[in-house]
T-cell receptor
């Protein structure tokens, strides 16, 4: 069955540095991969989508890469700020538009 | 343009009672998805609906759970005879018919079964 893995340990990072999160998946070849942000007690908020034929996507201080050979996506937050502290979710699209999510990776940006 | 609305935000039920969770999609969106998030777990897909149709319910337990998205009104996720294990956050997401890639999530309903 499909598996989506994100690091379970929180990432503590100094303000201004680049935070890098990893999403690994097995037993599937998704047409695209998405990253969401989730704050405590709130619903996920869509950040970025990257397709299987795209290597890299950027949006402001966010950058996502997608390596379909390694079955891995990297999510970068450059010049991190305390307001970036949240849990970041990786999601893959399966048939019928359903999304399969990783458990999420918490980021804590220390001022 | 209001986002996805869910109500109630918090719901407390005793074992054996029924829980009804409502979701109003974003304006112009005709696709609705329900996900469940257990403590320390990722979001799990439950069901995908279009107006008056269930497209995919493969993630929804066969018993006690049902979902609908009528022609008029919100989508409803109904859990009959709730058990403690149903305690979770239930999220609804919607997407427009034309572009279905991005799903917009509501704030969730936190169900607590005593």
């Amino acid at each position: 069955s499909q598996k989506i893995e994100q690091n379970s340990e929180a990432l503590n990072i100094q303000e201004g540095k680049t935070a890098t999160l990893t999403c690994n998946y097995t037993n599937y070849s998704p047409a695209y991969l998405q990253w969401y942000r989730q704050d405590p007690g709130r619903g996920p908020v869509f950040l970025l989508l990257i397709r299987e034929n795209e290597k890299e996507k950027r949006k402001e201080r966010l950058k996502v890469t997608f390596d379909t050979t390694l079955k891995q996506s990297l999510f970068h937050i450059t010049a991190s700020q305390p307001a970036d502290s949240a849990t970041y979710l990786c999601a893959l699209k399966f048939r019928n538009n359903r999304l399969a999510f990783g458990k999420g990776n918490q980021v804590v940006v220390i001022p | 343009n209001a986002g996805v609305m869910q109500n109630p935000r918090h719901l407390v039920r005793r074992r054996g009672q029924e829980a009804r969770l409502r979701c109003s999609p974003m304006k112009g969106h005709s696709h609705v998805y329900w996900y469940r998030q257990l403590p320390e777990e990722g979001l799990k897909f439950m069901v995908y609906l279009q107006k008056e149709n269930i497209i995919d319910e493969s993630g929804m337990p066969k018993e006690r759970f049902s979902a609908e998205f009528p022609k008029e009104g919100p989508s409803i996720l109904r859990i009959q005879q709730v058990v403690r294990g149903d305690s979770a956050a239930y999220f609804c997401a919607s997407s427009p018919a034309a572009v279905q890639e991005t799903q917009y999530f509501g704030p969730g309903t936190r169900l607590l079964v005593l």
